[in-house]
């Protein structure tokens, strides 16, 4: 079962202009969910974790449980933002992880 | 060492050979994982392990494929008479394995069978 969705592919947006990358999961339990972030020619490493609330290179993600959603937003896109972004979901085990498809980013001079 | 390390970082052979992929997590992490990736698609779960114990074999694809880490640390994830299909990007990560942790990740395998 498709544990997390990122419904786009590709995502084109001007410098200075918001950004928001979707994610929506599927998990009856109570899920971890994480962004991570992969620049070209590096290895994927992790971007942030709802649990921790935090700003991270002037991004957030919010849980809505509601929505089952946990879209990745930054008001103010950077060239450096260009990469390709994943939504990973964190069973409640703390073990086992699913990622989405991946978004590839592109930030417009 | 300062992260996960993977070997060989690219992998070429020929249909039905055996390769042998390599990872060496960081010092200290409990849980090791081992993941491929299709061009396009996001990291699929092959498997994991705690320490030495392998603890979910669910999303290896088939009997061809089979991972040890034998003392616990390093780990070799093992494909046997490779087919075209296994052709991939093969990813290893680690974690503390403290509930909440996240994972390292290792630059990767790029395997490709012809």
């Known amino acids: 079962a498709q544990r997390v969705t990122q419904p786009e592919k590709l995502l084109s947006v001007f410098k200075g202009a918001p950004v928001e990358l979707k994610c929506n999961y599927s998990?009856?339990?109570?899920?971890?969910l994480f962004w991570y972030v992969q620049y070209s020619r590096q290895r994927l490493q992790l971007l942030l974790r709802?649990?921790s609330r935090e700003s991270i290179k002037g991004f957030t993600a919010d849980l809505n449980k509601g929505e089952t959603s946990f879209h990745l937003k930054k008001p103010f896109a950077q060239e450096e933002d260009s990469a390709m972004y994943y939504c990973?979901?964190?069973?409640?085990?703390?073990?086992?992880?699913?990622f989405g498809t991946g978004t590839s980013l592109t930030v417009i001079p | 060492g300062a992260g996960v390390s993977q070997s060989p970082r690219y992998k070429v052979t020929k249909r039905g050979q055996d390769v042998a992929l390599r990872c060496d997590p960081i010092?200290?992490?409990?849980?090791l994982y081992w993941y491929r990736q299709a061009l396009g698609q996001g990291p699929e779960f092959l498997t994991y392990f705690n320490y030495e114990a392998q603890q979910d074999k669910s999303g290896l694809p088939n009997d061809r494929f089979s991972a040890e880490r034998p003392e616990g640390s390093i780990s070799t994830l093992t494909i046997q008479r490779t087919e075209q299909r296994d052709s991939a990007m093969y990813r290893c990560a680690s974690s503390s394995g403290l509930a909440g942790s996240y994972q390292f990740f290792g630059p990767g395998t790029r395997l490709t069978v012809l």
């Open positions: 990973a979901l964190s069973a409640n085990t703390g073990n086992q992880f699913y």
């Open positions: 998990y009856s339990g109570s899920p971890e």
């Open positions: 010092s200290g992490h409990v849980s």
């Open positions: 709802h649990i």
